[in-house]
């Protein structure tokens, strides 16, 4: 099993940028695939990034693609999410997740990430 808590939200103006951190604690961190994924109010939780066990290949949203990036440093057992020309459009509760099985095809897909963090309120006013 694995915890995990974000950190780094906040308020930031349109075109600003803030970096998410996601620090888990358990099981071996590098075992697990981790993704972030957000939540904004009334619409459904989407996929925004994720990042395989070594680093060595990440995936984005359409929407994100260009100007969020993350990366996981397994020596400090955590994960980050860069994130740049922020727009209204990202406010959301961010949230990591972690799970154990990879297939490229669903990694996209929150509902097979077995844990979950408790999220952190990113605002983007404009």
């Known amino acids: 099993q694995v915890q995990l808590v974000e950190s780094g939200g906040g308020l930031v103006q349109a075109g600003g940028s803030l970096r998410l951190s996601c620090a888990a604690s358990?099981?071996?961190?590098?075992?697990?695939?981790m993704g972030w994924f957000r939540q904004a109010p009334g619409k459904e939780r989407e996929f925004v990034a994720a990042i395989t066990r070594s680093g060595g290949s990440t995936f984005y949203a359409d929407s994100v693609k260009g100007r969020f990036t993350i990366s996981r440093d397994n020596a400090k057992n955590t994960v980050y999410l860069e994130m740049n020309s922020l727009k209204a459009e990202d406010t959301a509760v961010y949230f990591c997740?972690?799970?154990?099985?990879?297939?490229?095809?669903?990694?996209?897909?929150?509902?097979?990430?077995?844990?979950w963090g408790q999220g952190t309120q990113v605002t983007v006013s404009s």
């Open positions: 997740a972690a799970r154990s099985s990879i297939t490229i095809p669903t990694i996209r897909v929150g509902a097979l990430y077995e844990y």
């Open positions: 358990g099981r071996a961190f590098s075992s697990y695939v």
